[in-house]
Structure formats: structure tokens, C-alpha cells
């Protein structure tokens, strides 16, 4: 008999497009669970899901589900975390949240394990997974900065459908039948929820991700500029943000500007990427090998590709960055923290 420690585990949120993937990556992880609860909204009690080919009913989540819980993975939106995280670390748990409710909190860690996996034992009962955008890129830049230095970013996104939910999935899938039986596509969700305009997804590119905030950025945007630097612990770090939603159901990619303080070599980029926890380099022009979304679906890793000098800026180099934005974008990178927790005492 294994004398390993189990934790009781609750996810908030098990029924949504992150939380599912919440469940698959445990399970694949085999993460040492005694207890698992899973937690949704009225709407969903009561429905069945399935860990480790067990069959699981999922409850209402309320203040008492936390009673007994270890560790609690939240994605269930903002004003979930807002209303029950709190309730949850009172019972003794520590929270690992998705949502952007704590993440600029400065009494929360907010970490992506590659980069500054050391925060998680300053924790005081909630810790926070940065978004997607923003985990992946920052990942990928993290061994340039310690090596190189870090001036500047200029990111555009080109984000998966999957970043806004369930329904949004099936607002694409629905819209590119209708396209294509020559019926007219109904836009009811994106780009965002509840705003006063839809816009068709399907064949389309929407310049718009959350809702604009008064500086003419998007708070997608603003999430990118300002968890980088709280991630990096660099507030001198100039980073612009566009964020654009693509018809496109799983991974995000981003183009990506960035200015060093030293002026590498393409090649020792590519040799210090290729060594990089977390990062798979594809980059290779002459094969035509790159990341695309489709092939970094489902995977936990990374990818970089097209690293290339730029003409003019001595210190300035291009580059393209994809990952699956619903595992390392989000369960995964959760269920890292929840690991780090557990392997280094820090619960
Ligand atoms: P989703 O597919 O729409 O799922 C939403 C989940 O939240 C469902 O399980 C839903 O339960 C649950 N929920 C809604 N209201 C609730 C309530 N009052 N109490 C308890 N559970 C409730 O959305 P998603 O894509 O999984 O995203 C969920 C959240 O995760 C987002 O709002 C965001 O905050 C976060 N997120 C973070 C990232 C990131 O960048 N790290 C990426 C995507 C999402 P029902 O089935 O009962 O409706
Ligand atoms: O749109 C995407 O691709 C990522 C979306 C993330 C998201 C969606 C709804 C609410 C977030 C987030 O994690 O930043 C939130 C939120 O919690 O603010």
C-alpha cells in the first residue's frame, strides 16, 4: 500500500471549458487526491461526470462545499471566486484561481511555475493563474529576460474561440454550418457577452477581447500589460498588447516583438529556448516547421517558432508563440501550482 499523501480537491467550475480540462489534467497527472468534489452553479447540479472512470455528481457549489478541502481549483468567473474563495480558504483551503478577480491583488502570488514558481509559498490562502494570453507568452520570454535583459514587448494575439467558454465553441460550430449550407449566421456572444454588438466569428478575425477600458485597450490588453510585469517582477518592462479572436477552436497564437538589452545571435536564442523548461523550439524555415494551433492542442507545452532578427532594431527580434490556451493558458498551468504546492510543503 502507498504511504503517499492524498488531498482532498474541489474544482469550481467542473462543467465549464477550463474546468473539464481541470478534471483531465489531474486525472492524466494522477494527482494525489483522497476527496474530489465537483462544484457548478445551480444549473448543472445534479449532472454526472466521470475521473479516473469513476462517475462523479456535480453540486451546487455553496460556502459549506469547502468544508474538508485541501486544495480548491476555481474557474467559474470572477464573482465565483469573489464570493466563494474567501469561504473556502476560511475552511482551511488553499485556493488556486483562474479568474482575474485576485490577480492583481498585491497580497496574491500570481505565477506561472517557469517563471516565478518561488511567490507560491507567500501565499495567504489564494493564489492566482494569470490568463491565458499572458502565461504563454511570458513563459516563453522568461529565459530570454534572465539572460539577455527584457526592454520591451509588442504582442497581437490571434486567440481560440475555446478562451470564451463553452458557449462560444458553439457559436463558431454553429455559425460555420450555417455558412456554409448559405443561411445567414447568427452573432449573439462575441465578441463579448452582454455587450450591444455581435459580430460572426465564423470566416472572421474580431479586433476586440473583454471590454474596452478607457485608454482605448481592451482589459484582454490591459491583463497582458500588467501581469507581465507583476509575473516578472519588472514594472520598467514596455509592453503594448493587441488581442484579436480568430475562428479558430483551440490554442492561442501570438506574434511577439521583443527588445533585449543584449544583442544575441538568432542561433544561441533558439539553442537557450530549446533548453527551456516548458518551451518546445519549432523552428526550422528551411522545412517549413512552426507552431500552428492544431498541432499544440491538447499538449502542455510552449511551442516557439520563427525567431528571426528584425531589419532595423539592433536588439530587436521577432517571434511566434503557441500553446493550447485551456491546458498551459490555464489547468495546466493550475494544476502546476497545485503540484508545486504539494511536492515543496507550501499548503
Ligand atoms: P464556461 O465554459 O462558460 O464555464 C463556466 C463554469 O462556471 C461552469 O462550470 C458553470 O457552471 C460555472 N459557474 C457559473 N456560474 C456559477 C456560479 N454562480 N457558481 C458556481 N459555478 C458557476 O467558462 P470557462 O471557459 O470554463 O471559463 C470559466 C472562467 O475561467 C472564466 O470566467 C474565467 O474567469 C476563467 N478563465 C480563465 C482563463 C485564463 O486565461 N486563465 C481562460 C478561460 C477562462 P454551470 O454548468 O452550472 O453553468
Ligand atoms: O478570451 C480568452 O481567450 C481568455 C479569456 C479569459 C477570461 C474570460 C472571462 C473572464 C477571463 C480571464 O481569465 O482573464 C475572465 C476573468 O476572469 O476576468
Excluded at 482532498?8 to 497527472?29: F, H
Excluded at 474557474?75 to 482575474?100: H, I, L
Excluded at 480568430?246 to 533548453?275: M, N, Q, R
Amino acid at each position: 500500500m502507498s504511504n503517499q499523501q492524498t488531498y482532498n480537491v474541489a474544482v469550481v467550475g467542473a462543467t465549464g471549458a477550463v474546468g473539464r480540462k481541470m478534471l483531465e489534467t489531474l486525472e492524466k497527472r494522477q494527482f494525489p487526491i483522497n476527496e474530489l468534489k465537483l462544484l457548478s452553479s445551480k444549473r448543472s447540479a445534479g449532472k454526472t461526470l466521470t475521473y479516473n472512470n469513476q462517475t462523479y455528481t456535480v453540486e451546487e457549489a455553496t460556502p459549506e462545499s469547502f468544508e474538508g478541502i485541501d486544495i480548491a481549483l476555481f474557474s467559474a468567473g470572477g464573482g465565483v471566486s469573489k464570493k466563494f474563495a474567501p469561504e473556502a480558504v476560511k475552511r482551511g483551503a488553499v485556493v488556486v484561481d483562474n479568474t482575474s478577480a485576485y490577480r492583481m491583488d498585491g497580497n496574491v502570488p500570481l505565477v506561472v511555475p517557469e517563471v516565478n514558481e518561488a511567490d507560491i509559498k507567500d501565499h495567504k490562502g489564494i493564489i492566482a493563474n494569470p490568463n491565458c494570453s499572458t502565461i504563454q507568452m511570458v513563459a516563453a520570454l522568461q529565459p530570454l529576460k534572465a539572460k539577455y535583459g527584457l526592454k520591451r514587448i509588442i504582442v497581437s494575439t490571434y486567440q481560440a474561440v475555446s478562451g470564451s467558454g463553452a458557449e462560444a465553441i458553439e457559436e463558431l460550430k454553429t455559425q460555420t454550418e450555417d455558412f456554409l449550407n448559405g443561411d445567414d449566421m447568427k452573432a449573439e456572444l462575441l465578441p463579448v457577452k452582454g455587450e450591444d454588438k455581435h459580430y460572426p466569428i465564423a470566416f472572421n478575425a474580431l479586433p476586440q477581447i473583454d471590454v474596452f477600458t478607457d485608454n482605448g485597450y481592451t482589459f484582454e490588453e490591459m491583463k497582458m500589460i500588467n501581469e507581465t510585469k507583476k509575473i516578472m517582477h519588472d514594472e520598467t518592462i514596455n509592453v503594448a498588447a493587441t488581442c484579436v479572436r480568430l475562428p479558430v477552436f483551440t490554442s492561442h497564437a501570438e506574434s511577439v516583438y521583443v527588445e533585449l538589452d543584449d544583442t544575441p545571435s538568432v542561433e544561441e536564442i533558439k539553442t537557450l529556448l530549446a533548453s527551456s523548461d516548458g518551451v518546445t523550439l519549432q523552428d526550422k524555415p528551411e522545412e517549413q516547421i512552426y507552431p500552428t494551433p492544431l498541432a499544440a492542442a491538447g499538449l502542455p507545452d510552449v511551442f516557439v517558432g520563427r525567431i528571426r532578427k528584425d531589419l532595423n532594431q539592433e536588439n530587436g527580434y521577432h517571434m511566434w508563440i503557441v500553446s493550447d490556451n485551456l491546458l498551459k493558458g490555464a489547468a495546466w498551468n493550475s494544476v502546476q501550482i497545485a503540484e508545486s504546492l504539494v511536492k515543496n510543503h507550501w499548503l
